[in-house]
T-cell receptor, first 112, second 113 residues
């Protein structure tokens, strides 16, 4: 199976909350990241969390980490049409310092 | 402004030709990376470099080559040996250490005609 897994699609209505989920397999994960990619563009680092934390909040973004289950989620409050994009979950590992392992990305579509 | 630049944004190549994609950063980052992105796929690591004059193969290095003669620059050559080179190529850089999450360039879309 994949090292990092995400559901591929999520649709929400404008103003609702979005929750994007991710699971990973490596127990030596150090940091976990969420990136946003708009069409035809590179990746923008949204937020990250250290593997010993269980929650991080940054304005409309809330990251939850369940290390026991190796489950990461990104909650976007008050989702806007401008949030429509692909969201990638990624991890870095103590065993391979310096590189990232990515999921396939979740396409978030926000309906007005 | 600090950042990563990639050029060109779009590149067309005939089969059998080598082509070089440019990546430059002025963030003073030690590490640089090349990823390939295909539709519906995550990012797959081609090559990475943590120091000048040194680089390591990633998961899909066959048919690609790189050099790291300067800290700021990490060009990627897609050779004729790469069987399916049409893809979106992303360059990234980061500081070394466990917080590896880095900055990405805008990408180069390569199409083989």
């Amino acid at each position: 199976g994949e090292d990092v897994e995400q559901s591929l699609f999520l649709s929400v209505r404008e103003g609702d909350s979005s929750v994007i989920n991710c699971t990973y397999t490596d127990s030596s994960s150090t940091y976990l990241y969420w990136y946003k990619q708009e069409p035809g563009a590179g990746l923008q680092l949204l937020t990250y969390i250290f593997s010993n934390m269980d929650m991080k909040q940054d304005q409309r973004l809330t990251v939850l980490l369940n290390k026991k289950d190796k489950h990461l989620s990104l909650r976007i409050a008050d989702t806007q049409t401008g949030d429509s994009a692909i969201y990638f979950c990624a991890e870095s590992r103590r065993s391979t310092l310096g590189r990232l392992y990515f999921g396939r990305g979740t396409q978030l579509t926000v309906w007005p | 402004d600090g950042g990563i630049t990639q050029s060109p944004k779009y590149l067309f190549r005939k089969e059998g030709q080598n082509v070089t994609l440019s990546c430059e950063q002025n963030l003073n980052h030690d590490a640089m990376y090349w990823y390939r992105q295909d539709p519906g796929q995550g990012l797959r690591l081609i090559y990475y470099s943590q120091i000048v004059n040194d680089f390591q193969k990633g998961d899909i290095a066959e048919g690609y080559s790189v050099s790291r003669e300067k800290k700021e620059s990490f060009p990627l050559t897609v050779t004729s040996a790469q069987k399916n080179p049409t893809a979106f190529y992303l360059c990234a850089s980061s500081n070394l250490g466990e917080l590896a999450g880095g900055f990405f360039g805008p990408g180069t879309r390569l199409t083989v005609l």
